[in-house]
């Protein structure tokens, strides 16, 4: 406990790290897969199959292959992806190459779990009103943003909290990438101080479950608000 305590600064600065991460993903995911949801439910068969390939795909690649390929392949195949043009500095949080890799990932993979968590929201809409809103005039992408989708998103919350929380826990991924977020600080403060581990160990699993419970906390007010009834 104690080499948590002395380095307590450098403990919040991780579990800070790990929350921007969470957010940045946590926003690209949900767009991404909004868009590969309406693509899954769309009445062209070439977006249906790109969607739904995309998804298998994703969904069936362990997320640490998905870092993998963003850390080290896909910067061969071309050099922009190598991220090193990112590098924004907001007070003691530096946020370059490795952590962009790291937002990339987590944003594509969680994307593919967000597209069927909001695809069984959709499903959920009776058709009827899909048919009634194509039938006064409206486009495709009317009726999903209009019609379809903000009532999909209402029914959604439950699993889509739940992709989340997962997502929370996926940012661990990164410490292996070279991201000082919670993990990697973790790893560090066990090399240094091996007899304390335990202790180690108990605090950073508090510092995930507090994120967990608040981030659940939230959701679940959410939940209650917009509850289909």
Known sequence: MQAVLDNFDLYLKS???TVALFVFAAVLSTV???FLAACRVSPVPVLRV???TWVTLV???PLVIVFGTFSFMAPMLWQRLNFRWVSVHIGTFDFTAFYTAAVVSLSLYTSAFVCEA????VNA???GQAEA???IGLPFSGVMTQVILPQAFRASVPPLASVQIALIKNTSVAAVFGVAEATSQMRDLNNGFASQRTEIFICFAIGYVVLVELFSFMSNRLERRWRVV
């Open 118 to 121: 909001l695809r069984s929201g």
């Open 125 to 127: 809409v009776p058709l």
């Open 32 to 34: 991404i897969g909004t």
């Open 50 to 52: 790109a969607a739904g």
């Open 59 to 61: 969904r069936n690649t």
């Open 15 to 17: 579990f800070g790290y």
């Open 133 to 135: 809103a194509r039938a």
